[in-house]
């Protein structure tokens, strides 16, 4: 099926709404960046959205046309738009008319600002979040970057690549298909290559961590000291450095990428792959959605995964505790609530040492 083809009730669908774009711009107030966006986004839906705003847009200094284009939205009883927006113009001077059409070629100049792409670096640059948050950015070739709590990402777009640095944290990808634009995202000595897929980053001291959640990537090892890790990517992109292949994941797998061979010239071996079960893969994705969820885990992990998204220091009064198995789903940033049901749930005692420490006790 071709999805080019739109339905003739698609189109008139479309007329109207952009009809309805034209008249909202038709003000003296310049149109907020938020209008931009909006407009932006709903030109970049199919090209038969651009033609019709485009088409209307080169008559909208014609008074006639723009008496027809008023009159879908603002027909009032028996008072019509139209007739008094024809009333209006017939009535103004020569004068108020010019300065009238220099207004509609101004508002012409405007939707075609609009509907422009903009430039391949618009999105560049570095993206944080603190301790706690979760963040979500669409990058300007329409790839969607969600950044997990205390992390780091530096945008580096150019007209051949599409290169991303994880500096710190974790992030998600939901990469838009271009196969003219390599998509990379480079984190400790690994780097991981998509074309349109969905996959999940994680910088770990010892390793880089990489999950599939649509599509396939290729994760590769680089080769520790290379050019890519010496230069900030908000400097002039350096020659790419060489990459091994280690190997290639598909939807519903996770692997890793060693991030410190023994050897400084090693690169890293080539990694186990692991099949992941949809809810197990929906589980270690649910931070996108603001929760923490656990299935049977150790206490020492969930202990570690609570403490990213706090500043206060979280330990076990006794290593014996570590292995005690702990399920729940806990709302991102509501530490208070976490530790309630590790007390109420799982007979597990909570002292708070002082402000910034607090240690989890059995009775």
Known sequence: MNNNILPFDDQATIAAEAREWLIRLDRDDPPSKAEL???RQWAAQSSAHQTELERISSFWND???????????????????????????????PATRWASAAASAVLAITVTIAIMPPPIDASNGLYITAIGEVQEQQLVDGSVLQLNTDSQVQVSFNQGVRKIRLLK????????????????????????KAVG?????????????VVVSEGVVDIASIRPGSQSQQHSMAQTTPAAPAAHKLASLKQGQASHIINNPASSQQLAPAPAIQQIAAPELERKLAWRTGYLVFAGDPLSLVIAEISRYTPISIELA????????VGGRFKVGELNAMLEVLETSFGLQVSYLDDHRIQIQQP
Do not use: C
């Open 63 to 93: 008074a006639n046309i723009l008496n027809e284009l008023s009159t879908p939205v603002y027909n009032r009883a028996s008072i019509t738009w139209r007739r008094l927006l024809g009333n209006i113009y017939n009535s103004w001077s």
């Open 197 to 209: 897929t969905a996959f999940s980053v994680r910088l770990n001291p010892e390793q880089v961590d």
């Open 169 to 192: 944290g974790e992030a998600h990808f939901e990469v838009a298909s271009n196969k003219q634009w390599p998509f990379q995202v480079y984190a400790g000595n690994g780097m991981v």
């Open 37 to 39: 966006s909006a407009l």
């Open 318 to 325: 006794s290593p014996d505790m570590a292995d005690i198995r």
